[in-house]
């Protein structure tokens, strides 16, 4: 069965800092790798999604990065803001209906 | 444009009580999925519905029914409400057949079994 882990749980960064938050996954058959956010007490909103054949995605101060071959995904945040504070999932999808969540990276940025 | 939403958005229930959460999306998407996330464990799938007419069982099904009332409808119904059915319920919908897979999530409905 897929597994996919976030590291690390939490992270507390200072305002403007860059940062990375990573995703990995123990199976490489995948359609695609999804990015969400999540606030507290919401629904999750979609950042972006890398198709398998992709290698990265990018919407603004986002970038995403995909490498099945060895199960790794990335998220860079650049010039961190205060409004960035919340709770970053990715989700694999191996099938129609295979879907494997990451149990999050709570990201708190200090003013 | 309304995207997914979800009534109710909280819901208090007994053991033993039934229920049914409403989902509808705006999105003409062909695909519509059930979700209950649980501190600890992540997203999970209940149920799916590829299309218009057709249901099918994701990873944790028991204790749940689904209804696929026409394209924009998906509704989720606990026949027998349990305390391990206490959990926040998302719905979402994929335009999956088209070139983007891309998952949209509704609010989220927090149910709570006493």
């Known amino acids: 069965k897929q597994e996919v882990t976030q590291i690390p749980a939490a992270l507390s960064v200072p305002e403007g800092e860059n940062l990375v938050l990573n995703c990995s996954f123990t199976?490489?058959?995948?359609?695609?790798l999804q990015w969400f956010r999540q606030d507290p007490g919401k629904g999750l909103t979609s950042l972006l999604l890398?198709?398998?054949?992709?290698r990265e995605q990018t919407s603004g101060r986002l970038n995403a990065s995909l490498d099945k071959s060895s199960g790794r995904s990335t998220l860079y945040i650049a010039a961190s803001q205060p409004g960035d504070s919340a709770t970053y999932l990715c989700a694999v999808q191996a099938n129609f209906n295979k879907f494997y969540f990451g149990s999050g990276t709570k990201l708190n940025v200090k003013p | 444009n309304a995207g997914v939403t979800q009534t109710p958005k909280f819901q208090v229930l007994k053991t033993g009580q039934s229920m049914t959460l409403q989902c509808a999306q705006d999105m003409n998407h062909n695909s519509m999925y059930w979700y209950r996330q649980d501190p600890g464990m992540g997203l999970r799938l209940i149920y799916y519905s590829a299309s218009e007419g057709t249901t099918d069982k994701g990873e944790v099904p028991n204790g749940y029914n689904v209804s696929r009332l026409n394209k924009r409808e998906f509704s989720l119904r606990l026949e027998s409400a349990a305390p391990s059915q206490t959990s926040v319920y998302f719905c979402a919908s994929s335009p999956w057949g088209s070139s983007s897979y891309e998952q949209y999530f509704g609010p989220g409905t927090r149910l709570t079994v006493t």
């Open positions: 890398i198709q398998s054949s992709q």
């Open positions: 199976d490489s058959a995948i359609y695609n």
